[in-house]
């Protein structure tokens, strides 16, 4: 390769290279409709030491630069809580932006690979921006619609780049939208009906939002942990998202559902604000802040994700697991119309999840998007 065409792999190790780093996407995404620029200041705080990720993992990005241009970057993690949980010698990469260049591609993967050799990794998957509880898997179905609040978006040869590199599937997980006013199917309004007496929910208490997420992150965890890939939040980082939902969310977007007085069951809904920021190229400042505040106010989100629920494994294979999820979803039927907000996504569920997607289709739920978990072995 001749000096004029050479790449340059460079990490990321100061200031103005995280700069560069989160906002290389912007000339890459510049002619895709459908693209949602990031807040730069939610990606900073993300990626700064701040984030209580980082308490359990260790990670390293990159940039690729080509005459000067910035054309690519990547990030390889290694999350101990990972590999405490499942012992099988796994990293990850994730962040992955590229322009439509093989070269690029298989250098920015080379890199992230060597990385996680050297730090005794065996395998890596991913993308994972940063872990599995976080933006997850490589969009491969759903490109002519924008992606929902913290959910990624990708140009359509990422895939066949990677897989060109020897990038295998490992797990495909779904999208699903249903109109915030379902109808209930007849089944599920008479197991509702015959659990009624046995299952309470309630609101968010924000009085005490800080129990109630220590609460909802022990649910949530255990609901979770026979999943492929899981990886249990810390109680730090399910308060520092408690933070922000507990400032920006009504109570009632929040349920916590108990059997018998038990805690069993929880669910989140958020606003999908995407539509709203997509005009700020992710700037909040000067003006981005009142222009955020004022839609927010006076023309609001008409779309909504439930981005978390979970249901006490205790209770998954029984018709009250069933009940408890018809109720949770139903739950915010109502807050959801006060709000004016027409349509909900429902993601991720993993491909495998078969009892979940059922009860999303029961509702009308329609899949929308599909996301590539790859992984590959290191040799």
Known sequence: MSRKNKIDIIPVNNRSRMQR??????????????????????????????NPYFQHAEWQSWLA???????????????????????DGSGFFGLIEAMDDAEVFQQLTQ????????????????????????ESGLLIEGFDRPPSILMGHALPYYSSKLQDLGYAKAMDLLAFEI???FHSPRAMQALVQKTSENIQLRPLNKKDSGADF????????????????????????????????????PNDFVQIASVDGEPA?????????????????????PSG???????????????????LMGIGKAYRSSLIGTALAYRLVDA?????KTAGIQRTELSWALETNHNLIEIIESLGGKQSKRYRIYEKVLK
């Open 289 to 307: 802040l009142i222009k955020l505040l004022w839609r927010l106010k006076f023309k609001p989100p008409q779309h909504a994700r439930i981005p």
């Open 179 to 181: 109109d915030s006013q």
């Open 21 to 50: 780093f989160i906002k290389l996407p912007e000339s890459l995404y510049r002619n895709d409709p459908h693209w949602i620029p990031p807040l730069r200041l939610e990606r900073k705080l993300h990626l700064s030491d701040s």
């Open 214 to 249: 220590k609460l909802m992150c022990r649910i949530f965890n255990d609901a979770w942990s026979e999943n492929w890939g899981f990886v249990p939040f810390t109680e730090a980082e399910f308060q520092d998202i408690g933070k922000t939902l507990a400032l920006l969310l």
């Open 111 to 134: 890199t992230a690979e060597n990385w996680l050799k050297a730090a005794g990794m065996q395998r890596l998957r991913g993308p994972f921006n940063l872990s599995i509880n976080q």
């Open 65 to 87: 630069v080509r005459e000067g241009r910035d054309v690519g970057r990547i990030s390889a993690q290694v999350d101990q809580l990972h590999l405490q949980t499942h012992q």
């Open 332 to 336: 915010l039927k109502k807050p959801a």
């Open 265 to 285: 069951g929880m669910i989140v809904m958020l606003p999908d604000i995407n539509p709203l920021i997509k005009d700020l190229q992710g700037r909040l400042f």
